[in-house]
């Protein structure tokens, strides 16, 4: 990658990258063959006058949902050319979750305030998730949750807000467990796990030194009673959450 990737995204058939910088924008590496990526392909780029640098991305079915100054949907059925579908909001997006056609977005405005918002999707999104998202926020019993100055956990309100000693970088559900990476500059540092059987009153359970990751998300996917994370330095690791 010419610039640092800010987000990631498997596809089918490839992977798509984020970047920022002067060279910025997104980016998709086509797998040529197993564990061989080709060289990246700038699909859509980043410029002064329209600055793009994708900082989350999931793709279902073939569809690229994006998240930067809103969310947008792209349809990938070329990916050297992927085509907007359909755009929603005006602030930057950092993370976002899908519960159904509902959208969870967290972000802030271009006065830096935190800003949390459902968005009705335009059209139906079908078809089933490729890889494993890396965002700071997640869906749990229709409650969305962002881990990123605070675990914070909002029905219509707030319904608590938990202070983490960093940054959160990613975030993952395991019954009434959520488990929240954090992190500094240096990235992904620690593994927090909080029990939140009460949402209102998240209780800490216990912490985890993690290897240090460059990654601004860290893509985590509950399997069972296992952890999976994809940490940059670190690796993908595997974790088993004993009760």
């Given amino acids: 990658m010419p610039e640092r990737p800010l ?3 498997l596809s089918s058939e490839g992977l798509f990258a984020g970047a920022e910088g ?27 006058v329209e600055p793009f640098q994708p900082m989350s991305m999931q ?12 969310l947008h949907a792209y349809d990938i059925t070329d990916p050297e050319q992927p085509e907007r579908v359909w755009s929603a909001g005006g602030n930057i997006v950092r993370g976002f979750s899908l519960d159904g056609d509902q959208v969870f977005t967290f ?12 968005i009705r999707a335009p059209e139906p999104i079908t078809g089933l998730l490729v890889g494993i998202p890396g965002s700071v926020t997640d869906v749990h019993k229709g409650n969305f949750l962002v881990a990123y100055d605070t675990l914070e ?8 807000q938990t202070a983490l000693p960093e940054v959160g970088v990613g975030v993952a559900i395991h019954t009434d467990w959520v488990l ?7 990235g992904a540092a620690q593994l927090l796990i909080f029990d939140i059987q009460d949402p209102a009153l998240p209780e800490q359970e216990s912490a985890l030194d993690l290897p240090v990751s460059q990654l601004n998300a ?17 690796g993908v690791e595997v974790l088993r959450l004993e009760p």
């Fill in 7 to 9: 987000s990631l995204a």
């Fill in 22 to 48: 002067y060279q910025g924008g997104l980016y998709y590496l086509q797998l040529v063959s197993k564990g061989m990526l080709s060289a990246p392909i700038l699909v859509i780029a980043s410029t002064p």
């Fill in 59 to 70: 793709v279902i079915g073939d569809r690229l949902y994006l998240g930067y100054l809103g």
């Fill in 107 to 118: 972000g802030w405005t271009i006065l830096s305030e935190y800003v949390r918002h459902p």
């Fill in 153 to 160: 956990i909002y029905q219509l309100t707030l319904l608590s």
């Fill in 180 to 186: 929240v990476a954090v992190g500094g500059d240096h």
């Fill in 218 to 234: 860290v893509p985590m996917l509950m399997r069972g009673p296992h952890l999976i994370l994809a940490n940059g330095f670190g």
